[in-house]
């Protein structure tokens, strides 16, 4: 019962649950590329003069946070009458202003929504037709698109690739330089979680996250407490060019590193087995322990997140150093494609987005044949003129009038039967009209671990090398060609046998 309360609370980012909750985070779709983060609230009284209570107000309607409540997630929410001509403004009330609201209070029959509210305080939310949005959990990939900027974020496109190539998995610990906006925090504690731990000597999936700036640091800290990840990330405000990265001076046993730091050739020093020769000060000690930050036991896996080809020169020249083989450098093209409907004909005289051309050498030439009876029907219609030889308005109108009726009375007559638009066109795919090109290069490495003398006699232990039998290099050449021989043989006994077989067979046969 102890471990059930004293549980901590899952982050809505690894398991939001089935339906919103308050005090929760939720994504607003607005349409396709404009999201809103929001925190839930309940409606306990009037908030900011709404007497629904906390309200979003949009382009698309007024959403009262009471809609939104206890409702699965990707739900379609509808807007919401409520006055918005304070927009959250709060005025002081007058003796008019109470008496007409008594007034209004005397003549408001008596119903269960009005019983709620004033049990509450809280007036019921009413449908509106202005329009909807849409609750969505929330996720690092809609949280990049939605968080506050406060640097260069790490898209979608990029640290999911990077979190592959730097081997993050749950259980994992990584050591993130530049936590920056938090995009890659929150990517990266979804890779490597594996639940939270359950004391300070349990080891479960982590990330050590350095921060620089102090403002960005604090506005870092609020976001990951109220996000619930403040126990499976720890976030350190350092200098990690000086301060390095162990943890009260004790070491994270990273097994992948990240790097998003303008200068990430002063940082490798700190990220390696041993202490570096560039480290050592004038009249310091080298002969003090060194606590590497590495997880000693696995090879460690880095990636430098660099904007410029200049840092990422600097950067190779440090890794090749310091000891880092597999050195390889990746630029992420990101564009999208979208998968539509190509409706093409003419008769989608009224549809948006339609293409009104012929569908192929049939309709066009349905369409010219059309045309021509047209023009036919009109050299033969007698003109009606006036005085001055000129065609009467009136006739024209008419006869303008009734050419219309006509054609569109033909056009609904060969129309087809109504479809659904998924199923009405080809597919077709189209790519965004804008591409995205260079964000940064990414530098990736591998640092092996080192290899001591108790670790080759604890493998000779477990792989005993020497006494293997019929192993290529452990037999001299000519008991290889004796075994030959004897395959050989073997094959050929096998051969014999066959035809024998099939002779006899055929001799039943005949």
Known sequence: MADAMTRPAVSP?????????????????????????????????????????????TRYGSFPHSTMLNVPWGSQIRASKVDTGSRGRKRKRGPKDDASRDDAEENQP?????NDTEATGVKQAVADDSGF?????????????????????????????????????????????????????????????????????DRKGKVFSFEYHEERYHKMKKELTDHNLDGLVHLTHRDVYNGGFLIDGKS??????????????????????????????EGEDTATEWVSPLNPKRAVHICTFSPCIEQVTRTVSAM?????????????????????????????????GVNVSPHDVEEALD???????????????????????????????KNGDEAAKKDNDKTSAEQPPFQTPWVDGRLITKGEPEIKTHTSYLVFAVLPREWTEEDEAAAFAKYPCGKEKAVVGSIDKQ????????????????????????????EAVE
Do not use: C
């Not at 730091?261 to 000060?281: C, D, G, I, V």
């Not at 090749?320 to 450098?329: K, N, S, T």
């Not at 008991?479 to 030959?484: F, G, H, S």
């Open 13 to 57: 980012f690894l398991e939001p649950g089935l339906r919103t909750k308050p005090r929760s985070l939720a994504i607003l779709q607005l349409s396709r590329d404009n999201l809103l983060p929001i925190y839930l609230q309940e409606a306990s009284g009037e908030h900011d003069g709404y007497a629904e209570g906390a309200v979003v107000n």
């Open 110 to 114: 008596e119903t269960a929504d009005n």
């Open 133 to 201: 949005i849409h609750v969505l959990p929330p996720t690092p990939e809609l949280w990049t698109q939605s968080l506050p900027h406060r640097t260069q974020v790490v898209y979608t496109p990029d640290y999911s690739y990077i979190l592959h190539r730097i081997r993050a998995r749950p259980g994992s610990t990584i050591i993130e330089a530049g936590a920056g906006s938090g995009s890659f925090t929150h990517a990266s504690v979804r890779a490597v979680y594996n639940g939270y731990p359950s004391s300070a000597e």
């Open 252 to 281: 994270p046993e990273a097994d992948a590193i990240f790097l998003d730091l303008p200068k990430p050739w002063e940082a490798l020093p700190h990220l390696s087995r041993r202490k570096a020769q560039t480290q050592a000060k």
């Open 320 to 352: 090749r150093r310091l000891g880092w083989v597999d050195i390889d450098m990746v630029e992420i093209a990101n564009r999208k494609l979208h998968t539509i409907r190509d409706r093409v004909g003419l008769h989608y005289q009224t549809d948006r």
């Open 367 to 397: 369409r010219l044949a059309e045309i021509e009876e047209r023009v036919r029907e009109q050299a033969a219609r007698p003109r009606g003129a006036g005085e001055d030889g000129a065609e009467d308005a009136d006739t024209v109108m």
């Open 479 to 506: 008991t290889r060609k004796k075994e030959r021989r004897e395959q050989l043989q073997k094959i050929g006994d096998r051969k014999a046998r066959r035809k024998e077989r099939a002779e006899k067979i055929a």
